[in-house]
Nanobody
Framework: QVQLVESGGGLVQAGDSLRLSCAAS????????MSWFRQAPGKERERVAR????????NYADSVKGRFTLPRDSAKNTIYLQMNSLKPEDTAVYYC?????????WGQGTQVTVSS
């Protein structure tokens, strides 16, 4: 199994930056990919960024491309979501997820609220 612990989040103003963290533990050697998802009230959960762990390749949703990045610290088995130029429509609960050995693991979620 893989355990994920998120940190960060909070209330910011439009245009501000914020960084989320997600630390993985357990069978981290088996991780294929890690992702950040978000879910706004009344909307479906969407993936905003993903990294293929072994290759270090990242991809982003169009809605965040150019504003969000997904850096990682391999030694700490930790990924981050660096969010710049935040908009009110970025308000959501953000979840970290990992795919390992055919299973999906989820963090507890952290609230990000962007005021206008």
């Amino acid at each position: 199994q893989v355990q994920l612990v998120e940190s960060g989040g909070g209330l910011v103003q439009a245009g501000d930056s914020l960084r989320l963290s997600c630390a993985a533990s357990g069978r981290t050697f088996s991780i294929y990919s890690m992702s950040w998802f978000r879910q706004a009230p009344g909307k479906e959960r969407e993936r905003v960024a993903r990294i293929i762990w072994s290759a270090g390749l990242t991809n982003y949703a169009d809605s965040v491309k150019g504003r969000f990045t997904l850096p990682r610290d391999s030694a700490k088995n930790t990924i981050y979501l660096q969010m710049n130029s935040l908009k009110p429509e970025d308000t959501a609960v953000y979840y970290c997820a990992a795919r390992a050995e055919g299973y999906d693991y989820w963090g507890q979620g952290t609230q990000v609220t962007v005021s206008s």
